[in-house]
Protein backbone atom coordinates (compact mmCIF):
# COMPACT_ATOMS: atom_id res chain seq x y z
CA UNK A 1 0.00 0.00 0.00
CA UNK A 2 1.26 3.54 -0.85
CA UNK A 3 1.24 6.18 1.80
CA UNK A 4 1.31 8.50 -1.26
CA UNK A 5 -1.19 7.19 -2.31
CA UNK A 6 -3.66 7.44 0.94
CA UNK A 7 -2.44 10.85 1.21
CA UNK A 8 -3.51 12.12 -2.18
CA UNK A 9 -6.71 10.83 -1.29
CA UNK A 10 -7.05 12.07 1.99
CA UNK A 11 -6.00 15.22 0.35
CA UNK A 12 -9.39 15.14 -1.98
CA UNK A 13 -11.95 13.98 0.60
CA UNK A 14 -10.97 15.85 3.80
CA UNK A 15 -10.37 19.51 4.27
CA UNK A 16 -6.62 20.94 4.67
CA UNK A 17 -6.81 21.04 8.09
CA UNK A 18 -7.57 17.42 8.91
CA UNK A 19 -5.07 16.62 6.39
CA UNK A 20 -2.44 18.58 8.29
CA UNK A 21 -3.55 16.74 11.70
CA UNK A 22 -3.31 13.92 10.03
CA UNK A 23 0.15 14.41 8.79
CA UNK A 24 1.08 15.62 12.53
CA UNK A 25 -0.32 12.18 13.98
CA UNK A 26 1.54 10.19 11.80
CA UNK A 27 4.89 11.83 12.36
CA UNK A 28 4.33 11.33 15.96
CA UNK A 29 2.54 8.35 16.12
Known sequence: MSKARVYADVNVVR????WDYEALAVQWG
Not at 15 to 18: A, S
Open 15 to 18: PKEY
